[in-house]
């Protein structure tokens, strides 16, 4: 390898730097401040942590910056480091090094350590020019973020021994820890191996909807004013819970690098039902996704939303990276038209989009070469408590999350999407406790201070432009 790596690196630098500039010099709406609150109570069997909680606040290690919220890689990184016998990790993507310095440190104490991430990041920084602008758009950003988290001297290049040290995967590899991804099956990989989840000692397990990514946990280089995507992460300790992670962790496993090739992901893993522990004050029920595509409804993982959200009686809110599940949107409404009070946010680069129900909920279409999206259905009656939060710059609602009478709450890796549903490696938990869901709900109604609600007028123009194109 070069001592240098230069050319790839400063361009991608300057795309990063343009990209800032460009989202800097836009007019923004003023992000809320956060009002430090009084903690709630925990359920020391299950407890539940948000990268920007407002009872709580830490040094974010990569830029120095002090800002509030939990510490979700340090919370990560406590845990591995108290394991005794094994630590299974199962995540798209892992970048932080000091996630893979933990189990490293794991691996040369004796302990068991696995990882499975998705095939797409399975993959160096340390990419030639020619490597890197071969990259889709959204990649070469994602690398231009990698490449400052390793630039540890900020001198523009990556020597030898910053990739070593600064690559979460080179850490990980180098150590000898087996590493695989979803085309360990013989194929080119699943839709997405997009679960964010962590067993230790087969009695620990840790669900998240970050991927372990200074733009999911902590912020991006890109935009000082960047805090991260707002995220949630569970800790529950269940041995009975760790048992059905250990069980999907096995089926994507099968006999790892260098035995048969019986590893199962996608929708060669079998059909695996609807799973319900008693773990602490809570009852916790877990799906696993894909389910293919004759398998009906009810029993997929959207099945189990979709249940969920028909025993409201009182209220729902959502907060949602995508919403493009159809099904679950028609029961949303059929609980609207019978009282229940329905608000939901939803991440600005999906919620206008063609296929997006949170257009249907605002009573509203836009066209999409003159064509509705199969099956929508804008509200008869629109709701006007959908929109999306106002986030610092370069952020987004990565959360997957929605509470049920204040009671329930459902949660995971899993959008709510056919793709999430049908195709990708995911799970879903609903956790029936008051205690867990006064802690979403406090997330939801931070969320929900000044959010943008509504159509704005610039997607009005668009939708009222695309109906006179199509005349």
Not at 172 to 178: D, M, Y
Not at 229 to 242: G, R, V, Y
Not at 332 to 346: F, M, N, W
Request: a neutral charge; charged letters at 25%.
């Amino acid at each position: 390898m070069n001592k240098k790596i230069i050319g790839g690196f400063a361009v991608l630098v300057l795309l990063g730097f343009a990209s800032c500039q460009f989202m800097k010099s836009k007019p923004r709406e003023e992000i809320p401040v956060l009002v430090p609150l009084t903690p709630l109570p925990q359920d020391p069997s299950l407890q539940v942590y948000f990268n920007h909680s407002q009872v709580s606040s830490y040094s974010e290690p990569y830029r120095q910056v002090t800002r509030p919220g939990d510490d979700l890689e340090q919370l990560l990184v406590y845990n591995m480091n108290s394991a005794r016998k094994t630590v299974d990790v199962a995540v798209q993507e892992l970048r932080l090094p000091r996630i893979a310095q933990a189990l490293v440190h794991r691996h040369r104490s004796g302990i068991k350590v696995r990882v499975i991430v998705e095939n797409l990041y399975n993959r160096p920084i340390a990419l030639s020019p020619p490597q890197l602008a071969a990259l889709p758009k959204r990649e070469r950003s994602r690398y231009a973020e990698l490449l400052q988290l390793a630039d540890a001297n900020k001198d523009g290049s990556l020597s030898d021994a910053e990739i070593a040290s600064g690559d979460a995967l080179a850490i990980v590899k180098n150590a000898g820890i087996p590493v695989i991804d979803d085309t360990a099956d013989g194929s080119k990989g699943s839709g997405l191996m997009h679960h964010k989840f962590v067993v230790i000692d087969g009695e620990t397990v840790i669900v998240t909807s970050a991927n372990f990514t200074t733009s999911d946990i902590h912020g991006d280089f890109v935009s000082a004013e960047s805090r991260g995507n707002p995220n949630n992460l569970l800790k529950l300790e269940s041995s009975e819970l760790a048992k059905v992670f250990s069980e999907e962790f096995a089926l994507m496993w099968g006999d790892g690098p260098g035995g048969k090739s019986d590893s199962k992901f996608g929708v060669k893993k079998p059909a695996r039902p609807v799973a319900r522990v008693r773990v602490g004050g809570a009852t916790v029920a877990v799906q696993f996704s894909p389910s293919s595509a004759g398998t009906p409804l009810a029993e997929t993982s959207n099945g189990l939303i979709d249940r969920t959200l028909a025993s409201s009686s009182k209220s729902v809110n959502l907060a949602l990276f995508v919403f493009s599940a159809q099904e679950l949107a028609n029961t949303l409404e059929r609980k609207s038209k019978q009282g229940v009070g329905i608000r939901a946010l939803i991440d600005s680069s999906f919620i206008y989009r063609p296929y997006s129900e949170g257009m249907d909920m605002m009573g509203a279409n836009l066209l999409n070469n003159c064509k509705l999206e199969v099956e929508n259905s804008p509200w008869v009656k629109p709701l006007a408590t959908v929109g999306m939060p106002k986030l610092p710059a370069g952020d987004r609602l990565h959360h997957k999350f929605g509470v049920v009478d204040g009671t329930t709450v459902i949660t995971g890796s899993h959008n709510w999407s056919e793709a999430a549903n049908r195709t990708n490696d995911e799970a879903v938990l609903v956790v029936e406790s008051a205690t867990v869901a006064a802690h979403f709900e406090r997330e939801f109604d931070r969320l929900y201070q000044g959010a943008i609600l509504g159509i704005p007028h610039r997607i009005k123009q668009k939708m009222d432009s695309r109906k006179s194109e199509c005349k």
